[in-house]
């Protein structure tokens, strides 16, 4: 089945930095990766995904590239505020199936 | 998106006891979903709660132990059994509203077993 590594496991950038958490997942037939943001205590929020058929995709500070060859797909913050701070997850999902296979979380750090 | 309204948000119970969660949606979803995520880690999918059948369970997770119902489109439960104090974790609801919509969580309940 589908297996979803995640790094760094925590992350501490300087306030409008940019920060990067990289995932990898085994299922090369994979075709939906989401990301999801997790405030200390709040529900996952999702903050961005894209599908196999796009190579990347933003959305004002945020953006997230995927390469099918290495199967790997990357979150890019970019000029990172304190409220940025936060647990983040990426996630997979194997065509045929609504199952998520979610990394173990990045913990991001923005340091005012 | 659907707005998830999930509870009780927490709990403290007694080991041996047993307490059913509740997620209720503003509108009719495609799927449900019902995950735990232990203090610090990542989530983990228990099962997919079918409507009008037995749930789907992942590995290492049993109806006995996790009982699910999903009576019709906008609602399902979740009842832990038999508490331990390693059932001790947040339990999160999520849905999927269907043409291939990502999916989105409920608040979660924290629960924890004396």
């Known amino acids: 089945g589908e297996n979803v590594e995640q790094h760094p496991s925590t992350l501490s950038v300087q306030e409008g930095d940019s920060a990067v958490i990289k995932c990898t997942y085994s299922d090369s037939a994979s075709n939906y990766f989401p990301w999801y943001k997790q405030e200390l205590g709040k529900r996952p929020q999702l903050i961005i995904d894209?599908?196999?058929?796009?190579g990347e995709k933003k959305d004002q500070r945020i953006a997230v590239t995927l390469n099918k060859t290495a199967k790997h797909f990357s979150l890019h913050i970019t000029e990172t505020q304190p409220e940025d701070s936060a647990v983040y997850f990426c996630?997979?999902?194997?065509?045929?199936?609504?199952?998520?296979?979610f990394g173990t979380g990045t913990r991001l750090k923005v340091l005012a | 998106s659907a707005v998830i309204s999930q509870k009780p948000s927490r709990d403290i119970c007694q080991r041996g006891t047993s307490l059913t969660i509740q997620c209720q949606v503003d509108?009719?979803?495609?799927?449900m979903f019902w995950y735990r995520q232990q203090p610090g880690q990542s989530l983990t999918l228990i099962a997919t709660?079918?409507?009008?059948?037995?749930?789907?369970?992942e590995s290492g997770f049993v109806i006995d132990k996790f009982p699910i119902s999903r009576p019709n489109l906008t609602f399902s439960t979740l009842t832990v059994s038999n508490m331990s104090p390693e059932d001790s974790s947040i339990y999160l609801c999520?849905?999927?509203?269907?043409?291939?919509?990502?999916?989105?969580f409920g608040d979660g309940t924290r629960l924890s077993i004396l």
């Open positions: 709660a079918n409507q009008g059948s037995e749930a789907t369970y």
């Open positions: 999520s849905v999927e509203e269907g043409g291939n919509q990502p999916q989105h």
């Open positions: 996630a997979a999902r194997s065509p045929g199936t609504y199952k998520y296979i």
């Open positions: 894209i599908r196999s058929n796009v």
């Open positions: 509108s009719q979803v495609t799927m």
